[in-house]
T-cell receptor, first 113, second 112 residues
Framework: KNQVEQSPQSLIILEGKNCTLQ??????????LRWYKQDTGRGPVSLTI?????NTKSNGRYTATLDADTKQSSLHITASQLSDSASYIC????????????FGQGTILTVHP | EAQVTQNPRYLITVTGKKLTVTCSQN?????MSWYRQDPGLGLRQIYY???????DKGDVPEGYKVSRKEKRNFPLILESPSPNQTSLYFC???????????FGAGSRLTVL
């Protein structure tokens, strides 16, 4: 069964600190992996999308890495801000159809002043 | 403004009363999809459509129907809603096949 597991489930950090979120997946065959940020009560917003051949991708203070061999990805947030408080969701495309998406349960990040 | 529009945003209904949640996008995207989000379970894909007249089941299609007669619209139909379909629903679209998704604002449905 295709699965996406994220860790930790929740994380509290102080403003200005860095953090790393993890995503492990078993989706096969693999098409691409995305990270989304979801503020409470709102639709997710894309941060990055990575294909099999990409190891690292940055979007401002967000840097995603992908190891397709070990089926692991991470999202590193640098110099966190209060506005980074949100749920971060890892999504993998692939399996029976590259239109089929499997979502992780998300990591809830809270940034305190 | 490029966007995905869902209606209604909030709805309370009763068991068995058919309802439709509309989804429309103005970006000429080929791919559209529906998701439900429940506490502790995250987002789960209900149905997706790679293009007009092409639809496929996601992980949780039971109790739902969709249609894609036009490129811009992808309605979600609950023929006989039940309380376990109480959830927050999101529609999303993307260029090509399941690339960067643009999500709607969500529709909160309560079935009594």
């Amino acid at each position: 069964k295709n699965q996406v597991e994220q860790s930790p489930q929740s994380l509290i950090i102080l403003e200005g600190k860095n953090c790393t979120l993890q995503c492990n997946y078993t989706v096969s065959p693999f098409s691409n992996l995305r990270w989304y940020k979801q503020d409470t009560g709102r639709g997710p917003v894309s941060l990055t999308i990575m294909t099999f051949s990409e190891n690292t991708k940055s979007n401002g203070r967000y840097t995603a890495t992908l190891d397709a061999d070990t089926k692991q990805s991470s999202l590193h947030i640098t110099a966190s801000q209060l506005s980074d408080s949100a749920s971060y969701i890892c999504v993998v495309s692939g399996g029976t159809s590259y239109g089929k998406l499997t979502f992780g349960q998300g990591t809830i990040l809270t940034v305190h002043p | 403004e490029a966007q995905v529009t869902q209606n209604p945003r909030y709805l309370i209904t009763v068991t068995g009363k058919k309802l439709t949640v509309t989804c429309s996008q103005n970006m000429n995207h080929e791919y559209m999809s529906w998701y439900r989000q429940d506490p502790g379970l995250g987002l789960r894909q209900i149905y997706y459509s790679m293009n007009v007249e092409v639809t496929d089941k996601g992980d949780v299609p039971e109790g739902y129907k969709v249609s894609r007669k036009e490129k811009r619209n992808f309605p979600l139909i609950l023929e006989s809603p039940s309380p376990n379909q109480t959830s927050l629903y999101f529609c999303a679209s993307s260029y090509g096949g399941a690339n960067v998704l643009t999500f709607g604002a969500g529709s909160r449905l309560t079935v009594l």
